[in-house]
């Protein structure tokens, strides 16, 4: 589908409750197959499909779903240690198969790298499958080291993880 013929997508930060873990959990569930839920400091938002321009945006089940782990003002040197909590990290990102390869993915991507980098320039992180690699390029990201094999992956999928960063500009 081209870019120009795709509903808008509405994104918005959801409150961390039990019904929204539930439904995280889903949209990763149906997207790759296996559970994954959002970390207890984690900053959740939800993308929903907008249709038409005149009526009010579908929300009822998100097509895309993604969960940051804020980076902290308080950690002011930056780090060796990938997870360090110097830099914000992108800690899940799914899009409903029925709707990849339509700018779902970058637009929720650029939405959460906007909202955490507006009140805290500093770099973003995401560890990668291998699989998106490529996608996280075309949006900035570059590789750090090599690609580490996960030995007890749950799913094919997570096997090989490719860590990343993408610089901000302040």
Do not use: W
Not at 113 to 124: D, K
Not at 162 to 169: C, G, L, R
């Amino acid at each position: 589908m081209q870019a120009s013929n795709v509903p808008q997508l509405i994104i918005r930060e959801v409150e961390r409750n039990n019904r929204n873990r539930r439904t995280f959990v889903q949209v990763s569930r149906d997207t790759c197959g296996e559970n994954f839920s959002p970390g207890e400091d984690n900053r959740i938002f939800f993308g929903y499909q907008h249709t038409h321009p005149h009526e009010r945006p579908h929300t009822k089940q998100p097509i895309a779903v993604a969960s940051v782990l804020p980076a902290l003002p308080e950690d002011t040197h930056p780090s060796s240690n990938f997870r360090s909590r110097h830099y914000h990290m992108l800690t899940f990102l799914f899009v409903k198969r029925d709707f990849q390869q339509m700018g779902y993915g970058r637009h929720m991507t650029e939405h959460v790298q906007r909202v955490m980098t507006s009140s805290l320039p500093r770099p973003i992180r995401v560890q990668s499958a291998a699989k998106a690699v490529h996608f996280f390029e075309k949006l900035g990201y570059t590789a750090i080291g090599e690609p580490i094999e996960c030995v007890c992956a749950g799913t094919f999928l997570f096997r090989t993880l490719q860590n990343m960063e993408k610089q901000v500009s302040s």
